[in-house]
């Protein structure tokens, strides 16, 4: 679509308010379309409707400002209303692990389930003109594989309550792959869009919906790269589904493989930095994601690689390759710890600042976040740990018990014998190293969980470096 041609305009629904609703609805809206986010928590909508964001995420405050005053976007805890009005509702609840590993998807049921009630209660499927419209239902939220069929079912057992057997929908299946922290960019500049459905009709709906960013016709302030089409990937439901289990899945392997190999760096002496620079450049292998250091987190990684080795485990399937790269993910925490003690002997009476505590930088989610094992593990072990981040310490407070959280970087290092930079946020890696130093008890071990901060620099600064796979 050229720039300045008609843009089919669509009233979009998205049920859940959280990190990937209100960016979806954000950047639905900007691109043209009328959205109403639902969420059920009515706290977090009223400070929605105020412009009061209940997450951090970079831009996405002025987006939502935006689009709710020139209005585009709206915020309710009214689902049946949300419903009725919709031609595309999104499912972007959670779906948090099960003590078995496996999804967990009662959220995902209680809004399919209230779908078919609010459709037999609306007498659905005619739209303005009277013509034959189904509801296009679509699972945003990430699901393991044969979800698509199972929300049809419970939408179909929500309209036989709402005393309908005959409401018209479609269950499309439309994973999300943008990043915590860049989530606004990735929205609206996705490397691709995946589409699974059973029907024509549906996926043409959602080829429209998704036009503007697919031909990148919308209008940007600081349009960040050239204009591309961006690929757009059809398939059945079930590959969908299964496509982002494997893309995260990959993703935390790739990282788990260079652990291993900085490791094996550590003990052979080699520098695992220049490893990863030497094996990066080659195309098949490609420089992303081969960090070293303390590992994968986070509200996505952890969860959907157990989800796929539970759908594994129930075909009977032994996933060894994906029970490794938990496995040595799970052993790099603990690596933190033997860090310490190398230098520090025992741990009991010690002080330990955190340095960075979200999972990630540019985000304050702390969702397994590996500052919250290291955290405990200190504490267990009799050290004092004080913890720092430049937006997470709020929420790092309430569910941190063992952690003393501090709001300035300098006051957690002071009268510390150890730091360890857990999150490379980058006022972490500019700090004065000299400054440091001063604050510091000997012997001022530093350790450097993401291999983000120049070993020599940290050394001249009279500091002791240790840091992952660097000889
Ligand atoms: N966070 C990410 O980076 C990311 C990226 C890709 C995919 N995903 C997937 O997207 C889904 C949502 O993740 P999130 O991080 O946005 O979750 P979140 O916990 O931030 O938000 C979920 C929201 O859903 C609301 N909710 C739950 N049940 C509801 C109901 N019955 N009715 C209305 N609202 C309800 C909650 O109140 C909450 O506000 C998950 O399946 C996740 O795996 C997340």
Not at 101 to 124: F, N, Q, T, Y
Not at 180 to 205: M, N, Q
Not at 247 to 257: D, R
Request: charge should be negative; hydrophobic fraction near 40%.
């Amino acid at each position: 679509m050229e720039m300045g041609s008609v843009l089919e305009e669509f009233n979009v629904g998205v049920v859940g308010a959280g990190y990937v609703g209100i960016v979806t609805g954000a950047c639905l809206a900007q691109i043209g379309h009328r959205v109403t986010c639902v969420d059920r928590d009515a706290g977090r909508v009223a400070d929605l409707e105020e412009g009061r964001m209940p997450i951090f995420e970079p831009g996405l405050e002025e987006l939502v400002v935006r689009n709710v005053r020139q209005g585009q976007l709206r915020f309710t805890t009214d689902l049946p209303e949300v419903v009725r009005e919709a031609d595309i509702l999104f499912i972007a609840v959670d779906t948090p692990q099960r003590g078995d590993g496996s999804a967990d998807l009662s959220s995902v049921g209680k809004v399919a389930r209230a779908i078919g009630r609010a459709l037999a209660e609306a007498s659905p499927g005619a739209d303005k003109t009277g013509r034959e419209r189904p509801l296009v239902v679509v699972n945003k939220s990430t699901v393991p594989v044969g979800s698509g069929d199972y929300v049809s079912m419970l939408i179909k057992e929500g309209a036989t309550e709402g005393g309908s057997s005959g409401v018209s929908y479609r269950v499309v299946s439309n994973p999300e792959f943008l990043r915590e922290g860049s989530a606004v960019y990735d929205c609206l500049f996705p490397d691709r869009i995946v589409l699974g459905a059973e029907r024509r009709d549906a996926l043409d709906t959602m080829r429209a919906l998704y036009e503007p960013i697919i031909e990148q016709s919308f209008p940007t302030q600081a349009d960040p790269r050239p204009k591309v089409t961006v690929p757009f990937v059809t398939t059945d439901l079930v590959s969908a589904e299964m496509i982002k289990y494997a893309a995260n899945a990959f993703l935390a392997t790739k990282i788990s493989f260079i652990n291993e190999i900085a490791t094996i760096c550590e003990l052979v002496g080699a520098d695992v930095s220049s490893v990863a620079h030497g094996i990066g450049l080659d195309e098949r292998i490609g420089s992303r994601f081969l960090s070293a250091g303390i590992g994968w987190g986070g509200s996505c990684f952890p969860k959907d690689v157990a989800a796929l080795r539970a759908v594994a485990r129930e075909y009977d399937h032994e996933p060894v390759l994906l029970d490794a790269t938990v496995a040595v993910n799970e052993r790099q925490s603990k690596r933190v710890i033997s860090k310490l003690q190398r230098d520090l002997h025992t741990l009991k009476g010690k002080r330990v600042a955190l340095l960075g505590l979200a999972f990630k930088p540019n985000t304050d989610d702390l969702r397994e976040a590996p500052s919250l094992e290291i955290a405990h593990a200190l504490d267990q072990r009799g050290a004092r740990a004080a913890g720092y981040d430049p937006v997470a310490g709020k929420k790092a407070q309430n569910l941190l018990p063992d952690l003393k959280v501090v709001f300035d970087p300098y006051e957690a290092l002071a009268g510390a014998h150890a730091a360890v930079l857990v999150t490379e946020w980058e006022e972490l890696r500019a700090l004065d190293l000299e400054r440091v130093a001063s604050l510091m008890e000997s012997p001022k071990l530093l350790v450097d969980g993401r291999n983000a901060l120049d070993p020599r620099a940290v050394h001249d600064a009279g500091l002791l470096y240790r840091g992952f796979g660097r000889g």
